[in-house]
């Protein structure tokens, strides 16, 4: 799981780094908001729980052994942001103290390990718990699931971070200049151990560890158990409250990049038109977009049958009363990302008020 | 007793040889970096920006001739710094690339290309193609890998931290790294330790669902450990004043040899960058 130098180019590196980073500062602002001047020795000592933790052997059935990263149980416990944190603090030791994952490679390494896992572990563990009580084997479950979850998205989004190697650097001769294996190839070489192996030991890891806190402080858990669970002074701690100004900055700066994708010639890969397959010029940048390959004589029968089934209203981007393409581009931009923010905000809207009948509905019981 | 009958090595074993070897490995990295080496003689900063820089290289250069060149720098800067080939040997290259060797070995034959051989019982091909492929990574494994086994080797975690910081890492991120190791240190002692006393207190055999209760119950254990550690490593800092301002005792001085080693360090690499692109 942990890449090493080597196995991916340093354009993909640096993407890797840059997608890390708004989590870090964001995941980063959260926590001093909560904990002030409790940070530094807080957060040190997960990271080293977490760095210690990927030590243990654990016995799995069939007699064999694995190891778990350990960021469910981190995410868990702590929440996503602390674990974002911590996860990566343990890995940027690894790789510069114990060479274990490579120093090109750290960004890639925490934003598979620690960015994807905890937020997949959180999303799953939140899914599966529910408002289960603390002590509840539900959340046993959801625990193990969101372990299982956590450690297999990140494999599969380093599977996939292989396979477009082979794709996009190879040398004069052809031969790949960093990870050799094409996606076909990645993917089920690296998920093969995972669904199996580092997987089920991640599950018994982060399963087993919330069913020893159910017994012994139960507290631990309520950091990520959702408002209406438990209010515990553990709750602040990453959990779900927390500006999101940081992200909606992100989010207008994303929507205001938007006319860059003017920039770009030709059309992107695979999306296709079925007139494209009889025009000569399109032909032509499909077989240079597709290294080579040379498209089929005609439209799939599929996608010739399917393309009629549904006519987008913007469609190319620019609705039809509309000259200019560049302003109808920007128009169709602002009214999709308008409709999507509309979407959200409906869907948070329907939670909330679901949210604040169950808090209603928990206190009265207790 | 029976002294010659060998016991199987069980999870518990296993782990606690892990943790031994993590602490071993942080005690002979800080009793390299205390040597008489040249590497060892460069200011921190140097070092850091000039290693990281010759990783940058290995990863940028597109020619196998020149990663292996850098390679072989790595070597000629281990034996200048006292290094031990065969710490190097065990400690980064039986694991890095004996692990990227095996990788790299299905390359060499799935990899698609121009033939240049045959496997005789099964008729698999061997491609140039998967040849160099296969030679690109664990070329660069090795290589990036030494730099960075150098730079732990040559540098004391204190030091780095500190270069770090003089390259504008925030400063939050380096006291955290700092505290990290520290306190990585002290529970691998405190894991180490239940391990061996949850072993001495074992009789017989144990089942898997008991196995897997040890461990998940010694990890639950490290966890309150933790816990209850930062609260009183919060309270210490405060009785000691801290307010959440951090400050570092920046004493590095820049001499000579240092100026001159930057240069020769960022002459190779931008050297193997040119001609490998």
């Known amino acids: 799981m942990h890449i090493p130098d080597g196995y991916l180019s340093p354009g993909t590196c640096a993407a890797l780094y840059a997608g890390a980073a708004p989590f870090w500062w964001v995941a980063l602002r959260r926590l001093r908001k909560t904990l002030h001047t409790r940070l530094v020795p807080r957060l040190s000592l997960f990271a080293a729980f977490s760095f210690v933790v990927m030590m243990f052997n654990i016995p799995l059935p069939g007699g064999t052994t694995g190891h778990a990263v350990g960021v469910a149980l981190a995410t868990i416990v702590l929440g996503p942001s602390a674990s974002i944190l911590a996860i990566s603090t343990a890995l940027v030791i690894q790789a510069f103290f114990f060479g274990d994952g490579g120093i090109t490679a750290l960004g890639a390494n925490c934003f598979n390990m620690a960015v994807v896992g905890s937020l997949v572990a959180f999303l799953v563990y939140r899914a599966v ?36 190697q082979p794709l996009l650097f190879r040398d004069a001769s052809g031969a790949p200049l960093y990870c050799p294996y094409p996606i076909g190839i990645a993917v089920p070489a690296m998920m093969l151990g995972h669904l199996t192996i580092a997987g089920i030991a991640e599950l018994v890891m982060t399963g087993g560890v919330v069913a020893f806190l159910q017994r012994t402080d139960a507290a631990l858990l309520a950091a990520t158990a959702g408002r209406g669970v438990v209010a515990s002074s553990n709750a602040e701690f990453g959990g779900a409250a927390g500006s999101l100004r940081p992200l909606w900055i992100t989010l207008g700066f994303l929507l205001v990049l938007t006319p860059l994708g003017l920039l770009a010639g030709g059309a992107a890969w695979g999306e296709w038109r079925t007139s494209d397959f009889a025009d000569p010029a399109a032909r032509d940048a499909m077989t240079a977009a597709s290294l080579g390959h040379a498209p089929p004589a005609a439209a799939p029968g599929g ?28 128009l169709s931009a602002m009214f999709g990302a308008g409709l999507v923010l509309l979407a959200v905000t409906g869907v948070a809207a329907v939670l909330r008020v679901r949210q604040r009948s169950g808090t209603a509905h928990d206190t009265e019981s207790v | 007793m029976t002294g010659k009958a060998r016991t199987p090595r069980g999870f518990v074993e296993r782990t606690i040889d892990g943790l031994l070897h993590a602490m071993e490995r942080a005690v002979s990295a800080e009793a390299g970096a205390a040597g008489a080496g040249w590497i060892q003689r460069l200011d921190p900063r140097v070092k850091l920006a000039g290693l990281l820089s010759l990783v940058a290289a290995v990863a940028l250069s597109h020619r196998a001739d020149v990663i292996a060149a850098l390679l072989g720098l790595g070597i000629a800067l281990a034996i ?58 664990i070329l660069r494994v090795a290589a990036a890998a030494t730099f960075g086994f150098l730079l732990v080797f040559t540098t004391r975690w204190s030091h780095v931290l500190k270069a770090l910081r003089a390259f504008r890492l925030p400063l939050v991120f380096v006291v ?94 931008a050297a193997a960058v040119w001609v490998g692109r």
């Open chain 1, 129 to 164: 718990a529910g408002r289960a009580p603390l002590e509840s084997s539900r959340r046993v479950v959801a625990a193990g699931l969101a372990g299982y979850a956590a450690i297999n998205a990140s494999a599969l989004l380093t599977a996939l971070e292989f396979g477009i």
């Open chain 1, 303 to 330: 996608l010739a049958r399917l393309a009629s089934v549904w006519t987008a209203p913007l469609s190319g981007y620019a609705p039809p009363f509309l000259r200019s393409p560049t302003v109808g581009y920007a």
């Open chain 2, 80 to 137: 200048a710094s006292r290094v031990p080939l065969a710490t190097l040997l065990s400690g980064v290259w039986l694991a890095a690339v004996g692990l990227s060797g095996a990788l790299a070995l299905p390359a060499v034959f799935l990899t698609p290309g121009r033939t240049v051989a045959t496997l005789p019982p099964l008729g698999w091909t061997i491609t140039a193609q998967g040849l160099t492929s296969a030679g690109y990574l």
């Open chain 2, 176 to 269: 955290v790294l700092a505290m990290t190791y520290r306190y990585i240190l002290l529970l691998l002692e405190a894991a180490h330790d239940m391990f061996v006393a949850r072993r001495s207190r074992t009789v017989g055999r144990l089942t898997a669902g008991e196995r897997r209760r040890v461990v998940t119950q010694s990890a639950g254990v490290l966890l309150a450990k933790s816990l209850h550690l930062s609260g009183e490593v919060f309270l210490a800092m405060q009785a000691r004043g801290f307010r959440g301002e951090v400050y570092l005792l920046d004493d590095f001085a820049m001499a000579r040899a240092d100026w001159l080693a930057l240069v020769c360090f960022a002459a190779a690499a």
